[in-house]
């Protein structure tokens, strides 16, 4: 979700306010994942029998396997991110180079068709 979300916002913004909300979501999933090692938060997912199960309340999980699921998130939120905000660049230079050749061709046309 806060993959989703943090694509959706580098959709919308520009500049430095896009950077702002996708470093705001890595910092989130970081400070999530810390907050659970030092064990301020209660764990969500487990692994049983080779199934990853999702339970509220404390889980124990194996280092490596929650390591797993953040390396997992952080690729989901900076990569949706960076494309959809790539993506949006991309389009806004399309639509202004469109507005900058309607102007030239505007300045062919007879005044009196303009």
């Not at 950077?19 to 969500?44: D, H, K, Y």
């Not at 309340?57 to 900076?78: D, I, N, Q, T, W």
């Amino acid at each position: 979700m806060l993959g989703s979300n943090t694509a959706a916002y580098a959709l919308h913004l520009d500049g430095a306010r896009r950077w702002i909300a996708i470093g705001s979501a890595v910092v989130l999933l970081l400070a999530v994942t810390i907050l659970f090692f030092l064990g301020v938060l209660p764990g969500a997912y487990a692994v049983e029998g080779g199934a990853l199960v999702i339970a509220p309340g404390a889980v124990e999980l194996v280092p490596s396997v929650y390591a797993l699921l953040l390396v997992l998130g952080l690729g989901v939120v900076l990569t949706g991110s960076i494309v959809t905000a790539q993506t949006r660049d991309q389009l806004v230079r399309a639509e202004l180079g469109l507005h900058v050749q309607r102007w030239q061709l505007s300045a062919l046309a007879p005044a009196d068709l303009r």
